[in-house]
């Protein structure tokens, strides 16, 4: 089988060669929750190179609001009533 490089978390893992021939030279991801992460991935790239590349930055490329994400905020609701 062959072998490949998670984009996500860099774990290597072994692929169907069914999927290794629809995957035309990219790599898979090695799970459901790397899968799920991969287009955030790719988003922070694309504004990182936005930041960073003046060139990138002029072309006309569609608004995106981004958020971060945040660590879990505390229970903010009071349970005083209860």
């Known amino acids: 089988m062959p072998i490949h490089f998670c984009p996500v978390c860099g774990a290597t893992h072994k692929v169907h060669p069914i999927l290794h021939t629809l995957a035309y ?3 898979l991801t090695c799970s459901p929750r790397c899968k799920t992460a991969f287009s955030r ?5 694309i504004l990182a190179k936005a930041a960073n ?7 006309h490329l569609p608004e ?3 958020k971060l994400p945040t660590p ?3 229970i ?4 005083s009533g209860l």
């Open 53 to 59: 590349d003046p060139a990138f930055a002029e072309m």
């Open 41 to 45: 991935v790719i988003c922070w790239r």
């Open 64 to 66: 995106i609001d981004v």
């Open 76 to 79: 903010t609701t009071s349970a």
């Open 72 to 74: 879990a905020d505390p």
């Open 25 to 27: 030279g990219r790599q």
